[in-house]
């Protein structure tokens, strides 16, 4: 299967499978699309987990953004229905769906959603004032540089940051942009959660 083919937009190219057909299948293992383990030689993903932006470039090209044609493209192989992105960096366990195979889009859409929810306050609690205290701080510029008129382009409607709640976002502080995506171990994902799957996938960020 071709590069084209093996990563094309629709419901033609091969079965999309269940969380329970992957466990019955047991020894699959999913490829990932190659904008979204950070491997693609023609687009590299820039995506905002504050703002919901999602914009590239071209790997060694002159710097100017390009559309994130990829969303529609499945983000595994095979096709899956469901995939479980945990993080580092968070407590919090993200679950993409589509029936018709998860995409790029999806991944990005449902991250961005996740984590514009709020903070519970016995969430909040758990951390030590130290933390506490950054995580205020990079609230806090994010309202300025809102209210200063930034924004980066993207698919996505930008969100509004407000000063009456933390979001799971603001609780990344400076890790908010998108690295990529990879296979978890097998150790972490029982971690935490208590099993390991092929479709537990590990979500890497870095600095704005």
């Not at 629709?10 to 020894?27: F, H, I, M, Q, S």
């Not at 983000?75 to 018709?100: F, G, Q």
């Not at 195979?101 to 514009?116: H, N, P, R």
Request: charged share 25%; hydrophobic share 35%.
């Amino acid at each position: 299967m071709d590069r084209v083919s093996k990563w094309a937009a629709g419901t033609n190219y091969g079965p999309v499978l269940t969380p329970t057909e992957l466990y019955l299948l047991r020894d699959v293992q999913l490829e990932l699309h190659p904008v979204m383990r950070n491997e693609d030689d023609e687009f590299f993903l820039t995506f905002n987990l504050s703002n919901g932006s999602t914009t590239g470039t071209r790997p060694g090209g002159d710097g100017r953004e390009l559309e994130f044609t990829a969303k529609s493209e499945p983000a595994t192989v095979p096709r899956v229905s469901e995939l479980v992105i945990i993080t580092h960096r968070s407590p919090w366990c993200t679950l993409v769906r589509n029936p018709d195979g998860v995409t790029c889009g999806d991944v990005c859409e449902t991250l961005f959603q996740d984590y514009e929810k709020e903070v519970t306050p016995a969430e909040f609690a758990t951390l030590n004032p130290r933390a506490q205290d950054s995580i205020n701080r990079y609230r806090d510029q994010a309202i300025r540089a809102q209210a200063g008129g930034w924004a980066a382009g993207g698919y996505f409607s930008q969100a509004a940051v407000s000063p009456n709640r933390i979001r799971r976002a603001d609780w990344l502080t400076d890790h908010i942009i998108f690295d990529k995506l990879a296979r978890v171990e097998s150790q972490y994902a029982r971690q935490r959660l208590g099993f390991n799957a092929p479709n537990i996938i590990c979500l890497y960020l870095t600095r704005y």
